[in-house]
Structures are given as C-alpha cells and as structure tokens.
C-alpha cells in the first residue's frame, strides 16, 4: 500500500512556491535535480504546514497500517458496536487499530502521522475546529462516524437514514391508532436528531395528526432526558399514548418513568427507540426500534479512511446506510 | 523506557546453549567477544525459539510504545468499560492502544512483536494453550484481566473479589427477609462463576438457610441464561422470592421472564446482578447489582503490562480489586 501522499499539503505548497507538485515532491524525495534556491524556499514551506517527512511516517517491516479510531466521553454500547465494526473489518484489510480520546496537544496530529497513523476515525463528533485543522494540516485523512453536525463538504463522514428511520418509527405507532404520538429527542442542533424529528413531523403531517408544541422535546441522548421528559410528558393535560425516543437511551429512561408511574408498557403507553444497541434487545419488555447498522458502519468507515489513506477519490463525501425498523413487544395498539 | 529485554528467551537459550545470559545478550546485540562457533550455536538456538532482534522490535523515533488489548465476540457492555479504563490509563501513560481480536495465524505473537507491542491484555481468557506458548516464546508479557479460568502462576491477571462479592449479594438478600434465594449463575467450569456461587453458599450456610439443589444452576453470562433460568426456578413448586444473578445480563433476563409472568420487581421478585455495567443503572427498574471496578480494573491492567515490558518483578501474579454492592431498586423485603 503506498504511503499517503500528504497531497494537500504537497499541492499547497507547490501552489504557494509556485512550482510544480513534481518538483515539490522530488524536495519531499531528497532528489537532487532542483535549483537550491527552488529547494530552500520549498522545505521552508513545508516546514511552516507541518508537513512530516515519509522517512518519519513510514512504518517499520512487519508493522501493519495502522487507523486512530477516536471517541470522547465514555466507551458506550453505541460507540462500542461501531468499534466492533471497525476491528472486524480492519482484521478483513490487515490493518491495525488504536483507540484513544482527542489530544489538545499542539502537536497532536503530527504526533499521529509521525508514529505512522495512516488516517483518523472519529466516532460522532468528536473535533474542534482547530483539531480539524491540524488534521488538514498534517495531511492525515478523516472520516467520522455518525457526524452530530452537518459535515463540512471536505469531511467524509458515515452515517444512517436517520429522516426514513423517524418516519419508520412514527408510521409503525400511526399504524397501531395511536395519534396522541410525542418525539422525545436529543440535542435541537443535532442534525442526526433533527432528521429523525423531522421524519416523525412528516408521519404525522402524512396522517393529518396535528403535532401539539409540547409533544416535542429535545434533550440529550441519555438515559436522564428520558427519565425526565416522560415525567413532563406524562403530566400534561393530554398525555400521549406513545413516545417516539431519540435513541434507545432515552427509550429505556421512558419505560423506566412509565413503570414508576404504574403505567404498563406496552398496555398503556407505546415507546419506541433508536439504535438498536444491546439494550434494546435486553430492555423489558424487548424494544421496538429503529436499527442503525453501526457495524457495518463501521466498516464503512474503515473502508473509506484506507481509501483516502491511498490517496483515492472518494464517490462522496458523505453516506448513509439504510435504518430498519425492528419490532418487539414495547409497542402495541392503542387503548380505546 | 527500556525495550522488552525477551528474558525467557535469552535465559532458555543459555541455558540450553551452556552459556551465560550475558553471552547471549552479546550475541543479540552484534558485540563481537563471542567465540565464532558460540555465537553461531546461539543463533542457531534463538532462532528456533523464535527470537525477534530487538533492532526489528525498536518503534521509530515518535512512536508511542504500544500495547494490543484483544478480546474475543463482540465487544459488549462489559468489555466496552474495561477498555475504557485501559485507554485512560494508556493515555496518562503516554502509550498507544492496539484493539484486536485473536488471531490464529502461526506468527501471530512473533508479528504483534515485529510490530513493536510491548505487551498484550486479554479481556477474559481468549487465549487457547497455543496463544499462550506462542506468547511465551515471543517474550511478550501478557496480562489477562478477569479470567474466566484458574490463570497458570505464570500468567498474569488482574480480577475482583468474587467470592466476597456473591457474599454481600447474598447477605443484602438474606437482610430482607429472603430464604428462599436461588443462584443463576454464568459457566459452572468458570473460576469468576465459582466464586460467586461459594459467596452465595457461604452467605446462606452462615444463616443456616438450606440451599435445594434445584437452585443453584448454572449456564451462560447471557440474558438468554437469564430469561430460561428464571422460567425453571418459577416454575418449581417452591420458587424462590429472591434471585441472585451472575451478571448483569442474566439479571435482565430474570427481570423480563418476570414481566411476562406478571411479577412485579421488586414487590413480587427481588433479583440482585454483578458488574454494574450501564445495562444496571438503565433497567427498569435500576438493578441492585455487585460493582466490579471495572474502568480500574482495565487501568491496573495496563500500568501492570507496563511494568512487566520493562522488564520489572511484579509482586503478584494474580491481583484482585474489591467489589461493591451497590443497592438500586431490584430489591425489597419479602412479602409476608
């Protein structure tokens, strides 16, 4: 596999000296048919955008590629599966893989492609701007997994139909005669959440159910969110009868407010997730939910960082992989 | 800090060379006040046991020491926390974080040491007899957290206190009022799932409680275990009115086995988990559950790697870390 090109930064600096990316590269090269003075001003170029030396990013023989795989927060059942994902397919191209947290060291990405990194997952968003910049910087390909927030256009991400999925869910609850239908959500400014709320606004506008302004509620994607918001739900002077969560998180802190309330699940209110991580199918009763394939998004991922690592072109920058709707026993037909 | 010094394999080799580890050393590192044909007999030796030179183990100039944490299946809830402890802990420790599953490839441990590993952990025993001895003659240490068997006194582990774990469970159970408390428990051949059940037993004999056969029975870590476990023991014609799981997953099964039977949990059914995994604090209703320190247990695990790469004694080869009960609301005093 050849080493990554550092491309960006090679023809920004070509551009810069005005020069060719040939005669950059032969600099990069140490070959000798360059004009000194041509030479002198390239390195310097290259020295202020961190460009590092292939000599300081070749990997030693018998060292596999090597991928960072980067999560923030806790090593959750969501970014757990995705991770799986990632090592079965990283076994599959012989790659290997380090996790760790993002770095606010100055040299941070650097550091990564001088300890041979070949590229960077990072699992949601996990980045600063300024730590997408040091990665554009030193050259080191990106692709994020899930992304919380719209990608910018030279940021390969990987993510699912998170609107087709919030549609799924709601027309399932829709189909069962429930129109009292609430979407208890995550983060107002996460477009994954936003997707997903809009895919229930669509169901409803579909069914002419009028949507009350209180029926709606973002939060976090947590458990709390879901302890909480049931609570405010279930106060109101018409509860629903159903209860869209934004993940199954907030999913299992609904059937948990519901059972504490005396309620029953499914008999007196219907609640249905979003992931479909192993506490769905662990919940009780089972979760009906909506299935994003974080393995084989993960896969995906891995597959796209190797591809940019060799310096292809990528179809585009951003993919979705089809959500299913998986019904188990948290949702039922309506009360008459 | 001082690259792997493969001290099985130098000490093997001098010894079946009749020469003295100092010999063998000068032989490895190209010093040339060997005899000829004592230095070739050395060679002839290392290299039948599969020595790596330590020119081939070096990482480059930049490169983090590194260490391959690799687990077996998916990576679950449980595994999930203990790598996060790792990854910390790497981090405080400025060192890389390989994630694999094992391999069975014939070089494998050789490669993971051309690689530049240092050592490796294993969440729970992945290991056949094959990888160990592999490992070995790769002097690669290797530190095994929470072994599913009986660890040789030449592998090293770290775990929790079992035993004194299923104790506390079981006393919890036993200061409510219960009697008639059964064990469902993981593997009957897994030492962790041994001691537990003898902390159980332990508790009960101390309380002069009688222990039917019938009740303690054994199975998989599995929510599956959980939910057909729970439908034999309910089904006896003296069910138990308190359960004391072997993890988490079972617990959850017991909980959703008595959902489907119409029993309330806690008024009608206590049930007491282990671990305290996020699949604890979210179950409805949050289990009471025995923690073990698990992010703790991955963070002993990777300076205890550390210290044997360097070359250190550690003073034990097995190290436990004490478990904790943690009352939640899976529990009450039995009914009169």
Redesign the interface.
Known sequence: MPVNANRTTLATVARLAGVSVATVSKVVNGRSDVAPQTRSRVQELLHQHDYVAPA?RR??????P?IEVQFAG????Y???A??GI??A??EHAV??????P?RAPHWAR?LV???RRAVIAVTSVYTAAHLDALTRAGLPLVVLDPLHLPHSDVHSVGSTNFAGGLAATRHLLSLGHRRVAYLGGPASAVCNQARMHGYRAAMEAEKTPVPRSYVRPGEFT?QTGLLGTEALLDLTEPPTAIFAGND?IA??V??TA?TRGLRIPEDLSVVGFDDT??A??????LTTVRQPLREMGGVALRTALRLADGEKIESHHIELATELVVRNSTAPVQP
């Open positions: 300081l990997t030693e023989a018998g060292a596999r090597t806790d090593l959750r059942s970014t757990a599966e991770l799986d090592v079965d990283a076994a290997s893989v380090v996790i760790s947290k770095d550091d001088a300890a041979g458990y998180e299992l802190g059937i948990e059972r192993l506490l199918r662990m919940a009780s009763p089972p």
